[in-house]
């Protein structure tokens, strides 16, 4: 994953624009680092020539659409719990996704107990 990282910044640092898809990145290390790298990332491509959609579950890494504004903006999929149905609408909207997807399937097929209130 670092080598497919790395040879992003190489095509970037040709000068030429680019449309980067990022997709979770650093999903074999602890939370903190992943945080930590992420961000460094994003920031270090603010700096090229490019348009990047950075996929991410790090509700952390939201605050940088506030620090970085108009060069950071954040848009989710939301899903809806109703009727004890999870249901999404693939509606690109503003803002980052809130609800507890996993908490709540995981709720639905008996894997954790009642502490999550299914809808």
């Given at each position: 994953?670092?080598?497919?990282?790395?040879?992003?910044?190489?095509?970037?640092?040709?000068?030429?624009?680019?449309?980067?898809?990022?997709?979770?990145?650093l999903r074999?290390?602890?939370?903190?680092?992943?945080?930590?790298?992420?961000?460094?990332?994003?920031r270090k491509?603010?700096?090229?020539?490019?348009?990047?959609?950075?996929?991410?579950?790090?509700?952390?890494?939201?605050?940088?659409?506030?620090?970085?504004?108009?060069?950071?903006?954040?848009?989710c999929f939301?899903?809806?719990?109703?009727?004890?149905?999870?249901?999404?609408?693939?509606?690109?909207?503003?803002?980052?996704?809130?609800?507890?997807?996993?908490?709540?399937?995981?709720?639905?097929?008996?894997?954790?107990?009642?502490?999550?209130?299914?809808?």
């Amino acid at each position: 994953e670092l080598k497919k990282l790395r040879a992003i910044i190489d095509t970037l640092e040709t000068g030429e624009p680019a449309l980067v898809l990022i997709d979770e990145i650093l999903r074999g290390t602890n939370s903190d680092d992943k945080t930590h790298g992420s961000e460094e990332f994003i920031r270090k491509l603010i700096g090229f020539n490019c348009l990047t959609l950075f996929a991410t579950h790090d509700l952390s890494l939201s605050v940088l659409e506030n620090e970085l504004a108009g060069q950071v903006d954040n848009y989710c999929f939301e899903s809806v719990i109703k009727d004890g149905e999870l249901l999404f609408d693939y509606t690109l909207q503003r803002g980052v996704a809130r609800n507890k997807n996993a908490s709540f399937l995981m709720k639905k097929m008996g894997i954790i107990g009642s502490a999550f209130p299914v809808e």
